[in-house]
Every structure is written in C-alpha cells, then in structure tokens.
C-alpha cells in the first residue's frame, strides 16, 4: 500500500499562485510516479499533470501548460505541484495518486492510491 497526503490548497485571488504538495510513503516502489487529478461537483475527475519517478518525465493537461508546473523530490517522496495565473474554473478539490500504469500517464485508470483531495477556490 502506499499512503499519500496532500496539502496547501486554500483560497487565491485570481492571478494568484498555490504550490500543492504529495507527500508519499509506503511501498512506494510499486508505483512509476505521481499525478494530480482535480475534480469539481457533479463532474468526471480530470488529469492535471503527472511525473515519473525516474527521469522525471512529465506531461500536462492542455489546460494547464505554461501556467502549472509539476516536479519531485525523490528523497522526500513528494511531489509538488506548482499553480501560477490561476483562473475561477481552476477551482476544485486537488487530488494525487500513484501511477500504476507507466504507458498510460494521464489516464485515471492507471492511478490507484488515491490521496484525500485539498480545495483550491479562485475567487476574487
């Protein structure tokens, strides 16, 4: 099993900027890397970013690239995500997940280990 906790979310203005940790522990091993999925009420979990654990490889949502920023720091075990130019329809509960499926990196599918989830709320 592998345990993960997120945290930093909170409430940003727009054009604010929110830096969200992963912090791993557990048989780490079993997974490739770490992805963020947001989800907001009444709507699918989307796939944010994600990284692997070796050679950190990345890959992004459309929607987030050149504004969100996904790295790791393997000695901690955590993954970090970092929010910049956030928008209102950024807004969502935030959650990480271990990749289980290194050929399928921003499909939910291949994630299991699901963290709790933290709220980020744009609003003015």
């Known amino acids: 099993q592998v345990q993960l906790v997120e945290s930093g979310g909170g409430l940003v203005q727009p054009g604010g900027s929110l830096r969200l940790s992963c912090a791993a522990s557990?048989?780490?091993?079993?997974?490739?890397?770490m992805g963020w999925f947001r989800q907001t009420p009444g709507k699918e979990r989307e796939f944010v970013a994600s990284?692997?654990?070796?050679?950190?490889?990345?890959y992004y949502a459309d929607f987030v690239k050149g504004r969100f920023t996904i790295s790791r720091d393997n000695a901690k075990n955590t993954v970090y995500l970092q929010m910049d130019s956030l928008k209102p329809e950024d807004t969502a509960v935030y959650s990480c997940?271990?990749?289980?499926?290194?050929?399928?990196?921003?499909?939910?599918?291949?994630?299991?280990?699901w963290g709790q989830g933290t709220q980020v709320t744009v609003s003015s």
């Open positions: 997940a271990g990749l289980r499926v290194l050929n399928y990196p921003t499909n939910v599918n291949a994630y299991a280990y």
């Open positions: 557990g048989r780490i091993g079993s997974t490739y890397g």
């Open positions: 990284i692997t654990w070796s050679g950190g490889r990345t």
